[in-house]
């Protein structure tokens, strides 16, 4: 199987749509139109409604609200920044150190054969979300692929939301 595919379900339609359910954008007033990470960000509802897994005050990690894989998580910088390039000194290595946490997290939680670490900068290389950067980072499992084209756009999930959100907040080294 082809890169390409391995990366077909992190294109536009499927990103876009992560984190919408999760909290509705606002877009009030400012004459543009909202980012749903920083309206997760803002938003007042606990950890567990928002799927927030991480956060300091450089980077946070969120699941994805509609997983490729359970335990599809989201890491990126806390300020709006839409190029990778923009992110200063401290937030480029915060966010990178998150990454190898959550990369380690998911070990723990999951302990899958494999994990997909990437970014996809810009609406030509599928961002859904290219206003705010940020890296996916994705449990494999041998035969998934086969299994995912089998299927085709049909998402099947062992278990939900909740459960990875509370899976990888224990796994998360403290
Ligand atoms: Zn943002």
Redo the contacts with the bound molecule.
Sequence with gaps: MSLDHLWAGWRSAYVASVVDPVVPPSGSGTGEPA?V??DLFASQASDDERYVVHEDPLAVVVLNAFPYASGHMLVMPRR?VGELGDLDAAESAAVWETARVAVAALGAAYAPDGVNLGANLGRAAGAGIP??VHLHVLPRWIGDTNFMTAVAATRVLPEALSDSWAKLRAAWPR
């Design positions: 980012c990470f920083c709006h206003r705010h």
